[in-house]
Structure formats: structure tokens, C-alpha cells
């Protein structure tokens, strides 16, 4: 068992925060965080800014906020860099995006347009549907990482932080396969040096992060950091990372649901769900590679919380679709649809239909605030590895090969706040609650 660290060094100083991609969900974020800063708009949807946790008995009542608990840094300490394989600036980046509001994207366009991308690590082999051109060139893999470690040690010095995290925002890649190029550093490093197509431009941001001593979070589907070759260097150099892809939208609300069928016993023929968007994420999930990357994921999590394997009567047969179509006129507002069809006593069939009509960058900013805030708090906490108690974050949370992964929203809140417990000292919370009956 990890024995509990001993110390958390203070949120002291500034929190620099690398976006890779600096497309709908960054630049919203970035707003999201200038807005609150400078004209006070609340951070809803973020656990870090307006969750309380439960201390000790229900009798005792201390529910202080999150982020009074744990040592955090301030949102107003936050300064940002990002890449991205277009050059367009913050501000435009934003307005392109549509997501915000032209009177907010007002607000916000001074802290916006300061955000100039540096030049990305990209390739039309990984994101077919995009044509980058602010693209940096090297003779290999591992020189384009020198070169994205050059960016991070000059951010460093410029802006004078006195930490760093990094967060994957960028669009996801093709779908690849864990292979003997993942296997180790050694062999990563090797196939980097050797331009090797199983190292894909995010192992290669992810590398530098953690060669820099930069924790790293994955917000999209791609392999990136899930590899044998990436928790190596992360335990070398002490490192927390974690991932992948943001819980946002249908997969939020089957997370949600699903938890919920399985408590009382409902059994599911089929689930079908289907969306509509139109925004730069759609059209890259509109090319098969891409989208095989994003079923995987979102295929995953109804078996992992039903566990057909365990209640074969109720989920041993059920048919799971997922489809993802681009359709331009619907912007970054995401349109879902779901059909469950369940069955109860005496097996009568029953139907739940969802329409979710959701904004997809405004559910994931936050996610992507309090992924900031809780890796560097992980790494002043010294803990490293894959961190699994953010999987509350995540579609395809990572989890060391031996485990299976933990889908259920609840179970993953709980894992959350009795890790923040533990950290501090805390009695971690069982909700047995004999105490009170005695
Ligand atoms: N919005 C959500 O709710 C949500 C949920 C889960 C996951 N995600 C994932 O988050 C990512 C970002 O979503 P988005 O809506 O902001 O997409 P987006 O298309 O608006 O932004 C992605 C940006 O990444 C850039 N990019 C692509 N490859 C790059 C590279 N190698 N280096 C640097 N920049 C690169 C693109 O030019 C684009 O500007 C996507 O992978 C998406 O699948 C989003």
C-alpha cells in the first residue's frame, strides 16, 4: 500500500498551465478562468472551486470548501501557454470556436489574444481531417521533443512560475495499439530516435512534460501517456500523470444512469446513442481513424459498470451503439440522443429516452480547471504515477494493467474525497454510520 505522504509542500507562487491545442475547450477555459478574475463569474461546474467535503461524523458538521481543505493554487495564479498547429491567437481561436457569447468573448479577448500558440508537434498521419501549418520540423521524434522542451523551459523562465502542468486539449489522434515500441523507455526512446508511426505527436508532448519534471493530463482518447514506456519515466521522475478524455456529455449522463439501473437490479437490452455536432472536434471525429480512438472509449464504460461477466441475466446480452455525426450548423452545442431499453420484474420491457442538448467546451473547461489544480496539488503531495483517483474526470480512466478501471461517477467522487482525506490526515468516510446507533 502507498504509505501517506508525509508532507504537501504550499501552492506557493504561480501554476503555469501548457495547453496542447488551443482549439474550443482551451480557449473556453482560458476565458472561463479571465472572466472569473477580472469581472467575477462563478466557476460553476468545478468540484476544486465550489465543492465542500464532509469531515469526520455527520454529527460534527465540518464541510469546509475543497479548495480550503487542500492546499490549491488560486485560479487568479494561473498564467498559460499553449500549442497549436494553427497560429491563429487565443481571441480568434475563440471566436472560431463559437462557444462563448460575443459579449463575453469581449470580456475576455485581452487575456485571450495574449495566447499566441508556438509552433506544434503535428502530423495528417495521426488527425486526418486537419491541415496544420504552424508545425515544428525535425530530423526525429526525439529531436521535436528537444525542441517542445525548449518551449517549456522558456515559458518557465519568461513567465517566472514556480510550477507546471501539462493538459492535452488537442484533437484526438488515430486509434493505436499498444505495441513493443510502448513497451519501455528504452524502447520508446529508440523508436523516437528511429521516426517510428507507433509514437504518435502526444507521446511525444507527454515525453517532454515529464523529462521537464511536468505532470501530465490527457484529455482526449489517444494512448499518450497509458503506456508501459510513460509510467516508467513518470516513476523515474517522480511524476503524477493521468487520463483519458474528458467526462463530458452522453458518457457524463451514462455514468450517471448506468450506476443507477444496476443499484435496483434493471436489466438493459440495448442502449443506442447517437450525437450531432459541428464544431473542429466533430470534423476530426468524422474521419473512422479518429472516431474508432473515441467508440473505444465511450464503448468501454457500460461494461466496466454492468459487469455482465457478474450478472449475466441482466447484462450478458445487451446491444451498445454508439455514432458520432458532424453536422456543421450545430456548432460546439452538441445535440445527444439515447434509447434505453430496459426490462424489470417479470421481465416487462420498459423505455428511457434522453435528449440531452449540452455545450460540450462548457462542461469540459472546468474539468480541465480542476485537472490543473488537483495534479499539481499531487505532485506537491509527492505522488506519482497514474493517479486514479481523478478518474472522476475521465471516459477511459487509466488504471495500472492489473486493475480493471472504476466507471461509476459515485464510487469514482468517493475514491476523490477520501484521497483528498487521506492527504490530510483525515478519517477517510465508510458511511457505515454504526456510530450513530450506538
Ligand atoms: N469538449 C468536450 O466535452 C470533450 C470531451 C472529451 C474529450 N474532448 C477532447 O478534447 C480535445 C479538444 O476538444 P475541442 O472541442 O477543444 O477540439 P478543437 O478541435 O476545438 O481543438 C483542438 C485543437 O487542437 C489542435 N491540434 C490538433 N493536433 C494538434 C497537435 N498535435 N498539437 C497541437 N495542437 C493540435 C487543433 O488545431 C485544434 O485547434 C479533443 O480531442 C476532444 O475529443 C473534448
Known sequence: MRQKPTKIEP???KLGVLLVGLGAVSTTFVAGVALGRRH??????????MGTIRLGKRTDNRSPLIKEFVPLADPNDLVFGAWDCFADDGYTAAAKAGVLHNEDLALAREDLAALRPWPAVFSRDYVKRLDGTHVKKGKNKLELAEQLMEDIRRFQQETGVARTVMIWCASTEVFLRPGPAHESLAALEKAMAANDPSVAPSMIYAYAALRCGVPFANGAPNLTVDIPAMWELARERELPICGKDFKTGQTLMKTILAPGLKARMLGLHGWFSSNILGNRDGEVLDDPES???KEESKLSVLDSILQPQLYGELYGDFHHKVRINYYPPRGDNKESWDN?????WLGYPMQIKINFLCRDSILAAPIV???ALFLDLARRS????IQEWLSFYF????VPPKLYAEHDLFIQLIKLKNTLRWLRGEEL????GNEYYD
Open 11 to 13: 501552492a506557493e507562487g
Open 40 to 49: 467575477g463569474r462563478r466557476p460553476f461546474g468545478s468540484l476544486t472551486q
Open 291 to 293: 472516431f474508432k480512438t
Open 340 to 344: 434505453l431499453d430496459i426490462f424489470g
Open 369 to 371: 480547471l480542476d485537472l
Open 382 to 385: 509527492h505522488l506519482h504515477g
Open 395 to 398: 471516459k477511459s480512466p487509466m
Open 429 to 432: 468516510i465508510t458511511h457505515l
